[in-house]
């Protein structure tokens, strides 16, 4: 089968994983901008990095037939830094046209502080303003529930965010329904060591169903790797899903919400019969 991953930092990841997802059938990835590992000093930084994003990655998918879109912000770890994420923020709009930029993203919060939260305000205020879809990064572990519940309620009380254009990314079993239960997307991170397991994944779309819903590897500098997504493809099939309902999920899913940008190419793969072969 054919499949995307929604959420992978591919600059961080070798030549080898493009073979790897190509020889497995990803043909398309999205790629938030996010933080590096290390906080950068500069906002010069920032600009490099961005052009990375929009013209090293999108050349070296094309090589083994994957689609590359990205997503440009300033990420929350980093948004600490009040004036430093000003002169990023500052950066972006030229960007945006990029055939390649899908909108702004990974924005969101990670430890939940007031100036995490200042600067997210001041991102979706750029999306907002250039008609950008959002994609959202909410917090880990213990902080995650009190940061998802903050980050809908400012989504929804600006009223010129529609919420079918937001992504809201890393759900667990405790944020799924408040995403999805106000007109969201989510999103599940496959990331064994901080996140999710393929088992877990599992069940949380046989608990909560998979509409509006993209199972992504957000494999990045840290223990990860876009296999956990295809294991999860074979997870979900092992328990006797159909290739159609696998299809739904890892392939049309992400066009769906994606496909919202008249930027982005793959069509959902509609009407494919259900059949017993193994993905
Ligand atoms: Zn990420």
């Not at 830094?81 to 055939?99: G, K, Q, Y």
């Not at 430890?111 to 991102?123: P, S, V």
């Not at 901080?194 to 590897?217: F, H, W």
């Not at 840290?222 to 997870?235: A, H, I, K, M, Y």
Request: glycine share 6%.
């Amino acid at each position: 089968m054919k499949y995307i991953d929604p959420h992978i930092h591919c600059v961080s990841r070798t030549t080898d994983d493009y073979l790897y997802m190509a020889r497995s059938g990803v043909v398309a990835v999205s790629e938030p901008a996010f933080w590096a590992g290390y906080d950068r000093s500069s906002a010069s930084s920032f600009h490099d990095y961005f052009r990375h994003l929009i013209d090293v990655e999108p050349k070296r998918a094309a090589r083994y037939g994957i689609d590359h879109y990205s997503w440009l912000c300033i990420n929350a770890k980093e948004a600490e830094n009040v004036t430093l994420s000003r002169e990023v923020i500052a950066l972006i709009p030229p960007m945006l046209d990029n055939p390649h930029v899908l909108g702004v993203g990974e924005i969101g919060l990670n430890k939940n502080t007031r100036n995490e939260i200042t600067i997210f305000e001041e991102q979706v205020d750029l999306a907002a303003k250039y008609d950008q879809m959002i994609l959202i990064h909410t917090p880990h572990l213990e902080d995650k529930h009190k940061g998802t519940s903050i980050i809908t309620s400012i989504l929804k009380n600006d009223k010129r965010i529609k919420p079918e254009r937001v992504l809201i990314d890393h759900c667990e079993e405790h944020t799924m329904k408040m995403a999805r239960d106000n007109g969201f997307w989510a999103g599940m991170t496959i990331y064994p060591v901080s996140k999710v397991t393929p088992q877990r994944a599992v069940d949380m779309m046989e608990i909560y169903g998979t509409k509006m819903l993209c199972v992504n590897s957000a494999s990045d500098w840290g223990e990860s790797g876009p296999q956990w997504l295809t294991d999860t493809c074979l997870e979900f099939r092992r328990r006797g899903h159909t290739e159609a309902e696998a299809n739904e999920v890892f392939m049309n899913n992400p066009c769906r919400f994606f496909g919202q940008s008249p930027k982005w190419k793959l069509k959902p793969v509609e009407g494919l019969p259900p059949t017993d072969t193994h993905p």
